[in-house]
């Protein structure tokens, strides 16, 4: 089955204590990206990634590290989660295609986070 | 300001009514528009995509672009239970995304 997997899908932990938050497709895609939800605020996005080794900043990736060494996998770091950085988080995929802003995202299940 | 604004709603229609969703962009060069649909607790999902000045139908939806006012709309026509949700706008800028914070539709039977 063509998925976006995450996970943990939920984790509480306390400030300070770095975490990865993993994600993996296996539809081939090239551009992924990881965003923020927070109510009122929609989605926004942290970072994205073109490719293999090509990754750039969103609207809000102040706290935030990620990498991408295979295709497949596009893992979140944060390296001392602070509280402000609770949130819910999904990571996205989008299909090769003439420019990333013309395709359609494929979102993961999500993952609630909570730093206290 | 924010680059892509919802009315929050919520937007409460009867079943069998037309829904109209509307949505405005601030970035005057986005290339892409964007309508996702996303239940309580789940991720979001495509329901329309549009690049250029117009109308785009599929099925009971159809999107309007009209990027001289830069606004994007979602009609749903025929709402049912089903359709309450809530409706993310989102425009696509050189590779980056942004989405407007979504307005909840609550279908009554």
């Known amino acids: 089955e063509a998925q976006v997997t995450q996970n943990p899908r939920y984790l509480i932990t306390v400030t300070g204590k770095k975490l990865t938050v993993t994600c993996s497709q296996n539809?081939?895609?090239?551009?992924m990206s990881w965003y923020r939800q927070d109510p009122g605020l929609g989605l926004r996005q942290i970072y994205y990634?073109?490719?293999?080794?090509?990754?750039d900043k969103g609207d809000v990736p102040e706290g935030y590290k990620v990498s991408r060494k295979e295709k497949r996998n596009f893992p979140l770091i944060l390296e001392s989660p602070s509280p402000n950085q609770t949130s819910l988080y999904f990571c996205?995929?989008?299909?090769?295609?003439?420019?990333?802003?013309?395709?359609?995202?494929?979102f993961g299940p999500g993952t609630r986070l909570t730093v206290l | 300001q924010k680059e892509v604004e919802q009315n929050s709603g919520p937007l409460s229609v009867p079943e069998g009514a037309i829904a109209s969703l509307n949505c405005t962009y601030s970035?005057?060069?986005?290339?892409?528009f964007f309508w996702y649909r996303q239940y309580s607790g789940k991720s979001p999902e495509l329901i329309m995509s549009?690049?250029?000045?117009g109308d785009k139908e599929d099925g009971r939806f159809t999107a309007q672009l009209n990027k001289a006012s830069q606004y994007v709309s979602l009609l749903i026509r025929d709402s049912q239970p089903s359709d309450s949700a809530t409706y993310l706008c989102?425009?696509?800028?050189?590779?980056?995304?942004?989405f407007g914070s979504g307005t909840k539709l609550n279908v009554k039977p």
């Open positions: 539809m081939n895609h090239e551009y």
């Open positions: 970035d005057r060069v986005s290339q892409s």
């Open positions: 989102a425009v696509g800028n050189f590779n980056k995304f942004y």
């Open positions: 990634s073109m490719n293999v080794e090509v990754t």
């Open positions: 996205a995929s989008s299909p090769p295609g003439l420019s990333s802003s013309y395709n359609e995202q494929f």
């Open positions: 549009i690049y250029s000045n």
